[in-house]
């Protein structure tokens, strides 16, 4: 069964989370830090390292199951390139999105295909941009 978790990109600080799964998000109406909106936290253990995410404040974006090339997760948000698996020819950049239409994410399958995550359209917007 796939693990359902999920990252964030905080807008008004440019910061991208650690991933994170529901069990780890804060939400204890009688909390004070819930009073706000539902947060969860990056956990290290030097504390001058930890940060706190408010959903109110984030793009959520979720794990789609699927890892590329060298392993990494490809979560919804990436930017992906696609290239043949025999020949290694880039067929290009493709940003990974959720298709509701079709109940899954647009990046799927192996088939003669494999995906390597350069990015994200957050921190990396212009890896989509056609080049001339």
Excluded at 11 to 38: L, P, W, Y
Excluded at 60 to 89: A, H, P
């Amino acid at each position: 069964m796939k693990e359902t978790k999920f990252r964030a990109w905080d807008k008004e600080n440019k910061r991208i989370s650690q991933s994170f799964t529901m069990d780890e998000i804060d939400r204890d109406d009688d909390s004070e830090a819930t009073k706000s909106g539902v947060f969860f936290m990056d956990w290290s253990e030097d504390v001058s390292k930890r940060y706190t995410y408010w959903f109110s404040d984030c793009e959520i974006m979720q794990f789609t199951g699927l890892k590329d090339k060298n392993g990494k997760e490809i979560f919804e948000g990436d930017i992906v390139t696609k290239s043949l698996k025999d020949c290694g020819r880039i067929i290009g950049n493709f940003l990974v999105k959720w298709n509701l239409p079709n109940v899954g994410f647009d990046i799927t399958g192996t088939g003669g295909h494999q995906y390597e995550v350069i990015g994200n359209i957050y921190e990396n917007p212009e890896l989509l941009e056609i080049q001339k």
